[in-house]
């Protein structure tokens, strides 16, 4: 085989493997688990996700949304109150999410939970993202970081007068193993696969956190609910 031969197939192998890339990248932008089996599917969404047109979002599918409140102690969403009236106002269902620091502690998480999220009948039970943040590295061990988050649950579940579900991310399950720890309902992530990581099943599942949706900026979590 010639130099200039060998070179086309070369280029041509890569540019067979870049179609290839693409096309699964598409894919998985647009990828949802199908409704025949999952029926009732919806998002998580945040001020990174920039202006939502609920309208939109809803008319692609999503039948609820979780929405960002805060995290930790210091940090409020900013258009945590906006978001909260459009899904309200779109006849969409809706929940509020706080993100927990293991670092900070659970009191002051509470309060800002507290003083962001309107006490709200018609509203979703709320839910705690369990995930490691950047700048927690002096993390606790499993016996205070239960209790502590006993004390989260139950400040929020008296504000909101519905149990909490657990957002519980791989690693921080390895390393902790809520299911064993508390008894709450569990929400667990994994792309195009249901995890199994838990020590009891789950009840809800982030199917995707790629996805791309008319209505919203950038990727969203799309979340799927056990049938």
Known sequence: MTLGGLL????????????????????????????????VQGVTIGSDNGVVEWGTLAAQG?????????????W?????????????AAGMRYGALIEYNPCRMASD???????????????????IRLAFVPGCTARPGR?????ELNTL??????????PVLLNVSQDFDK??????????????DGNFFPPDYATKPWVMWTASDMRHIDGID??????????
Do not use: C
């Not at 039948?63 to 960002?68: E, G, M, N, P």
């Not at 998480?109 to 839910?127: E, G, K, M, S």
């Not at 016996?143 to 209790?147: A, Q, R, V, W």
């Not at 649950?153 to 519905?162: F, P």
């Open 8 to 39: 086309f197939r070369i280029g041509a192998g890569l540019a067979v493997g870049a179609a290839l890339a693409l096309a699964l990248w598409l894919y998985a932008r647009g990828w949802a688990p199908g409704r025949d089996q999952y029926p």
């Open 76 to 88: 409020r969403d900013p258009a945590f109150a906006a978001n909260w009236r459009a899904a309200r």
């Open 109 to 127: 998480q509470a309060t800002r939970f507290i003083t962001t999220v309107p006490r709200d009948n018609a509203a979703l039970p709320p839910v």
């Open 218 to 227: 950038g990727p969203v979590r799309w979340d799927v609910v056990a049938p």
């Open 153 to 162: 649950v139950n400040l929020i579940e008296s504000h909101a007068g519905k």
């Open 62 to 74: 999503a039948d609820f949304a979780y929405i960002r409140a805060a995290s930790g102690a210091d």
């Open 175 to 188: 390393a902790y193993d809520i299911g064993a720890g508390i008894n709450r309902t569990l929400w667990l």
């Open 143 to 147: 016996d205070l970081m239960l209790s």
